[in-house]
């Protein structure tokens, strides 16, 4: 990336000092927490200072506790930004002058407060207003340094739709899709409805049916036949006005991490997420509640473990991302690999399939989120 910002470098006297960012306005507010929780549990901290910053559920950054230990999820409970606020009342700001770094904490009625500078930060948002290229634009105005992909490749990696059209201008094998945009869903709803029915027809049942911009499995139903139809959109509709609707590809679920070095990006060994019996598919409570396991290496020949990490590398590339990228893949009946998705911020907890397939490779968690900030900061900041 280049820029030609005057930026204020480092002071190398010290220890780089991290804003891990987290929380946020989405419907993955909870997921994003644990994510952070573990990152924080993870950094170095006698290579890294750490500054916790919390994203409350109606967009007010806030000073919170460095308690990684209460932002786990406890048997069915999902902790939140609130849990750990500081001070109900305080509000955490960014500079945004790219010659300063300097975070400032403000309180009604009280001098604002310099909490010192940060060198780069690790935001762990998952989904809208974190993921999708919003805060990556508000940190390049900022001039601060950030893990992950900038402002063009995450919000291409958080709408399906679009992601899977640069796929597809790339070359990369894409499984049959239909978008219904909000526009159209409130001009003439039969029409759209009409439109997802004609797709059932063409590929047949059952469809998968998604909000557009959203992840962990939110908002996805599986539906079976025209009865259930009306309350999938329903549902996908209460995480995005803009939905869209996936034929089922019968095969096996296969997953690969790809990790930018200073040589350039990597793949890992790829994992299988096998059918959960339990539940109708890998949806947001066999992910995260009830921690259903992927299998790590996943059973594949040499040649197709060689073929989804190429896929997976080509796939992040396609779409300009830099940092990290979580592939999935589906592997076909007929032996093919067709691409499903990327995640530009993947979830980063104790069981999440991105840091188990690095382990599995031989990088740690801890190694993982050193490589992930010393990637950021290489970098200087501007358009990446």
């Not at 992950?148 to 049959?176: H, N, T, W």
């Not at 945009?181 to 047949?204: L, N, S, Y």
Request: charged residues 25%; negative net charge; hydrophobic residues 40%.
């Amino acid at each position: 990336m280049s820029s030609e910002t005057t930026t204020q470098s480092p002071d190398r006297s010290r220890k780089p000092r991290i804003a891990v960012v987290f929380g946020g306005r989405s419907s993955e507010h909870a997921i994003s927490v644990v994510t952070a929780g573990a990152v924080m549990g993870a950094i170095d901290r006698t290579k890294y200072d750490v500054l916790p910053i919390g994203i409350t559920t109606d967009g007010r950054w806030a000073l919170t506790a460095d308690d990684p230990e209460r932002m786990a999820i406890a048997g069915r409970t999902l902790p939140n930004v609130d849990q750990l606020d500081r001070s109900p009342d305080g509000t955490v700001v960014l500079p945004v002058d790219p010659a300063s770094r300097e975070v400032v904490y403000t309180e009604p009625g009280n001098v604002p407060k310099a909490l010192g500078e940060i060198d780069v930060v690790f935001p762990v948002l998952h989904g809208p207003y974190g993921e999708d290229g919003t805060l990556q634009g508000m940190l390049e105005l900022s001039g601060i340094p950030y893990v992950g992909a900038g402002v063009l490749a995450s919000a291409v990696g958080q709408d399906k739709e679009y992601m899977k059209r640069v796929f597809i201008s790339y070359g990369l094998p894409v499984g049959p899709y239909e978008v219904v945009r909000p526009r159209e869903w409130q001009a003439d709803p039969a029409a759209a409805r009409k439109k997802i029915v004609d797709f059932a027809g063409e590929h047949g049942w059952p469809l998968f049916v998604k909000p557009a911009r959203a992840g962990s499995s939110m908002g996805i139903t599986k539906v079976d036949d025209l009865a259930g139809l009306d309350d999938a959109i329903a549902e996908a509709q209460r995480h995005d006005p803009k939905i869209i609707v996936e034929s089922l590809l019968r095969g096996r679920e296969i997953e690969c991490g790809v990790l930018e070095l200073e040589d350039g990006p990597r793949a890992s060994v790829p994992a299988e997420i096998p059918p959960v019996t339990a539940h109708d598919f890998y949806d947001f409570e066999a992910k995260y509640i009830d921690s259903a396991a992927g299998i790590v290496p996943a059973p594949l020949t040499p040649e197709q473990t060689a073929r989804v990490q190429e896929l997976a590398v080509q796939a992040f590339d396609a779409v300009s991302c830099e940092g990290l990228v979580r592939a999935d893949f589906f592997l076909t009946e007929d032996g093919e690999f067709v691409i499903n998705e990327i995640n530009t911020m993947p979830g980063f907890t104790p069981i999440s399939m991105y840091p188990r397939m690095w382990q599995e490779s031989g990088v740690s968690y801890p190694e993982l989120i050193d490589a992930l900030v010393q990637a950021a900061l290489r970098r200087s900041t501007g358009l990446r």
